[in-house]
């Protein structure tokens, strides 16, 4: 079976959060929650005037080696056939486990109900054979979405501010590893 994956390109990134949006608005993140399935953030390095900045989408990896899968006392966290990882929200029992392990802070807590929401890279979009509601938006395509086994060979497994990924062989891949100026 597929599984699937993320390649991002920094330098093609302009920070305009429609990826965010997309993922807020299909998933219906409850606004005021504190919730961001998906976010860009972005990061300085240098000293004026030799500065440089990082884009970075950041979301669920869904990683090979999945640390919340292994955490949760629950098995609420776990991975599908195809690798994508997904959250049972009717059996987690928000103890905080996998938010607490994920080295990329992609579950989070909603506080109100007491449960962990996280990127399930739309899998009921996947599962229509859709992409990704975060995929389809980018206007400079920094974010695209595809197989594994096309898209593990492309890039960089890792980038500035981005933890290391040889414990949990994130399913990520940077075009550019290079800051953006």
């Given at each position: 079976m597929d599984t699937?994956?993320?390649?991002?390109?920094?330098?093609?990134c302009i920070e305009c959060s429609a990826c965010e949006a997309a993922c807020k608005q299909?998933?219906?993140v409850p606004v005021g929650a504190?919730?961001?399935?998906?976010r860009v953030r972005v990061f300085?390095?240098?000293v004026f005037p030799q500065t440089k900045v990082l884009a970075l989408s950041m979301a669920c990896n869904h990683c090979d080696n999945a640390?919340?899968?292994r955490v949760c006392p629950v098995k609420a966290m776990h991975k599908r056939p195809d690798g994508i990882v997904v959250v049972d929200t009717e059996a987690c029992v928000g103890c905080g486990q996998c938010f607490q392990f994920c080295p990329y802070g992609a579950p989070q807590m909603n506080m109100a109900a007491r449960k962990t929401y996280k990127c399930t890279m739309c899998a009921d979009r996947i599962d229509q054979?859709?992409?990704?509601?975060?995929a389809t938006v980018c206007p400079t395509g920094a974010l695209q979405w595809g197989k594994w086994d096309e898209i593990a060979g492309k890039g960089a497994d890792c980038v500035g501010h981005f933890n290391s990924p040889s414990l949990t062989q994130p399913h990520i891949r940077f075009q550019?590893?290079?800051w953006g100026s």
């Open positions: 699937y994956g993320w390649l991002f390109d920094p330098k093609r299909w998933n219906k504190g919730i961001r399935l998906r300085e390095d240098g640390l919340c899968t054979n859709l992409m990704p509601a975060c550019s590893a290079e």
